[in-house]
């Protein structure tokens, strides 16, 4: 394979509509392709790029697939025809209340309880 067309649909994390849907072109027998993929569309997607995202296929049972390696991505894209585009679904993670926790500096003082001075 070489070129696949990729079509990338933009989640919040309800999955009802699309917040927004893009296309592109990427070579598919590029090294490290699944960290290439996730800049490309981190790129693409301004709102992607301060934080994480989940990257997810649907596979022949039509259910969601997360990838997180080279390994799932080649799963992902051995399972359409070369004339057929690659659907990604993306959803961006927020952080949950137990991962914000306490900022801590390099000096491991709480900043959560220094004043203002």
């Given amino acids: ?10 989640y919040n994390d309800n999955y009802e509509k699309p917040i927004e849907i893009r296309r592109f072109f990427f070579n598919s027998n590029a090294p490290r392709i699944y960290e290439c993929i996730s ?14 995202f989940c990257l997810q ?3 022949e049972e039509n259910e969601l697939v997360s990838m997180s390696s ?6 992902a894209l051995s399972g359409r025809t070369d004339n057929e585009f690659m659907k990604l679904y993306v959803t961006q993670q927020y952080p949950q ?4 926790g306490d900022i ?3 000096s491991g003082k709480d900043l959560n309880m220094q004043s203002a001075s």
């Avoid at 569309?41 to 301004?46: C, D, L, S, Y």
């Fill in 1 to 10: 394979m070489a070129k696949v067309q990729y079509k990338v649909y933009l």
């Fill in 97 to 100: 209340p137990s991962e914000v």
């Fill in 70 to 75: 080279d390994e799932e991505f080649a799963i």
């Fill in 57 to 59: 296929w649907k596979d």
């Fill in 104 to 106: 801590t500096n390099t």
């Fill in 39 to 52: 800049k490309k569309i981190a790129f693409m997607f301004p709102s992607l790029r301060t934080g994480k």
